[in-house]
């Protein structure tokens, strides 16, 4: 779940960079084996960029030169011939009849690609030249997360949007007015008193900046004489973080995502004028454009707040259980009605954790389904068996996250854009009745009653497990009137298919439940089958339960037998792959 802030080094155009030069004497036709990874990284962002602006070309010929110019492109062995062929592209599209700015930066612009001979200069190059387009509306839509992707390998680079000496006029004004209305929220709690008196001055310098640079300064300023630090836990916990980070800072989007998390420490406070959501949305608006974010530094929660379209979630960061691939978040709905829950609604949040997220383990729609289906088969099984107590499960929602959320202690628990699982929260003790590798509680006929039914309800397609949830007792929380009821969530659905996801143990999973199985009474008064014992005298022996010792024989299409000793359910479920089980299976349902 971590996730890393973009470098923004800055450096001068033209500078010497010895480690990092390439020969200038080598002409833009000549060629070479082996391309430097720094021209490699230029020719696909400038490729890129071609793709995103072609439609708005001025030159009527660029139709017949574009396939030539990406070959050129492509033929590139040094960033010199790299920045030759962006100048090529810009002459094409005539940007400065396009965009006002630029009229009065192209010569500038022009003289730095005929000096560049470094990847930074160079990517400097593009990145100042995509965010002089970008205001022309003559390019294909490109959202911010697209931006950014298009643009990390060139900050990597140590390319910046600030060191080709332009202003762009559609980024700086954006950035002051942004910083200068920050401070009219908060200027009534500034904890200096000379606030006041120099707060004119401060004003009217932001209004003077003329790069990141600057504009960083004035942030510091500002919050040294806030001292928030003093009165919001989670910034006092940021502060040292994020001062560091601003004394680095450079860059336009540097400086707006240092505006978007100090907006946010300050927010916590409770000591701003009163931001409605429009009016913080706006006030953002420009600072993402720019490239902010607030993933950049890391801001520890206690709680957290998640927007979707129609509502917003606010949630415990610190976990109330986990499971063994989840972590659960108590939260609700803080705002309008998110996926059919009405506001003040108490919810649960559902996420991967961390060493599951890292080998590519996600919630989809096939935790969607597996719950669906559960819920459906308790239904049925609520109807055919007609016993007093019934069997409910929650409904289960996909929600993803518009940005990364750390916990109080900096830690990323969800990463930005992660699918996150929303339930309606379960009142009462909570209780594990089985799970998905042949365990079951004691006590808990009922469960293990229904997990045997939807074998054979299914005829033998599906088996539900990994059975939790609340069971309803005297003066307990009540379902319809009444404590009769288990209400159930997260379960998990074993298929011939293995369609429901990772914990989808498959043919090998089902027939190690069905043989750890032990019938109760009202598996019996139902009439199922006792298919542990089949199971046992069929495929395992040595014991009486299936998870200690035991031999598991198939025959495979040469006829060579398959034998282990103490197996556990890793090695029955890789069986199971085989299809060493589907007969039994289908004996069996």
Not at 37 to 65: C, G, I, M
Not at 399 to 410: D, K, L, M, T
Not at 489 to 511: E, I, Y
Request: with cysteine; hydrophobic share 35%; aromatic share 8%.
């Amino acid at each position: 779940h971590n996730t890393q802030a973009l470098p923004t080094t800055p450096f001068v155009m033209g500078a010497a960079e010895s480690s990092e030069s390439l020969a200038s004497s080598v002409s833009p036709s000549s060629t070479s084996s082996s391309v430097p990874t720094e021209a490699a990284v230029l020719k696909a962002a400038a490729l890129a960029f071609e793709r995103k602006v072609k439609y708005s070309a001025s030159d009527d010929d660029w139709r017949q030169d574009r396939n030539a110019w990406q070959e050129g492109v492509r033929e590139s062995t040094v960033p010199q011939h790299v920045a030759v062929d962006l100048a090529r592209l810009e002459r094409k599209f005539k940007l400065n009849a396009q965009v006002a700015n630029w009229q009065d930066e192209r010569a500038k612009w022009l003289a730095l690609c005929k000096e560049a001979k470094t990847a930074r200069q160079v990517a400097s190059l593009l990145l100042a030249l995509e965010l002089s387009v970008l205001p022309s509306q003559k390019t294909d839509g490109n959202d911010q997360d697209s931006r950014k992707a298009w643009a990390a390998p060139l900050f990597a680079l140590g390319g910046t949007y600030d060191d080709v000496g332009f202003t762009p006029a559609s980024w700086l004004p954006k950035l002051q007015q942004a910083l200068v209305t920050l401070e009219s929220k908060i200027k009534y709690s500034a904890s200096d008193p000379s606030w006041r008196e120099n707060r004119d001055s401060w004003v009217k310098g932001v209004c003077q900046s003329a790069s990141g640079q600057n504009l960083a300064v004035d942030l510091l300023r500002l919050e040294r004489c806030l001292k928030y630090d003093a009165q919001t836990s989670s910034w006092r916990k940021l502060r040292n973080r994020w001062v560091e980070y601003c004394k680095k800072c450079t860059s336009y989007d540097g400086v707006a995502s240092g505006l978007l998390t100090l907006e946010r420490g300050v927010l916590r406070s409770g000591l701003v004028d009163t931001w409605d959501a429009d009016a913080r949305k706006e006030w953002g608006q420009p600072l993402f454009a720019a490239g902010g974010s607030y993933d950049t530094i890391p801001f520890p929660e206690s709680k957290a707040e998640i927007s979707t379209p129609t509502g917003t979630v606010e949630f415990d960061t610190k976990p109330m259980g986990n499971g063994a691939s989840r972590f659960a978040y108590k939260g609700k709905v803080a705002k309008g009605n998110v996926a059919g829950h009405k506001e003040g609604t108490d919810l649960v949040v559902k996420v991967i954790q961390a060493g599951q997220y890292n080998r590519g383990v996600r919630l989809s729609q096939d935790d969607v389904d597996a719950q669906q289906l559960a819920k459906k088969y308790a239904l049925e099984f609520n109807s055919a068996c007609g016993l007093n107590k019934k069997l409910f499960f929650r409904d289960a929602d996909l929600v993803q996250s518009p940005r990364s959320v750390y916990n109080a202690e900096g830690v990323c628990i969800i990463a930005k854009n992660e699918t996150m699982l929303l339930e309606q929260f379960i009142f009462g003790d909570y209780e594990k009745f089985n799970n998905n590798a042949g365990w079951s509680a004691s006590g808990s006929s009922l469960p293990q009653f229904f997990t045997h039914w939807s074998f054979h309800h299914s005829n033998g397609k599906h088996l539900v497990c990994d059975l939790q949830g609340h069971k309803g007792c005297a003066g307990g929380p009540t379902w319809d009137g009444s404590t009769n009821y288990y209400v159930l969530t997260d379960p998990v659905v074993l298929s011939r298919d293995k369609r429901f996801g990772s914990t989808d143990l498959g043919p090998g999973g089902m027939l190690y439940m069905l043989g750890n199985h032990e019938c109760n009474d009202l598996c019996r008064g139902a009439g199922l089958p006792a298919v542990a014992a089949v199971i046992r005298s069929r495929f395992f022996t040595g014991s009486s339960s299936v998870s200690n010792a035991m031999t598991a024989f198939g025959s495979s299409s040469d006829g060579i037998k398959v034998t282990l000793n103490d197996v556990d359910v890793d090695a029955v479920v890789q069986l199971g792959n085989l299809g060493l089980f589907d007969a039994c299976l289908d004996e069996l349902a």
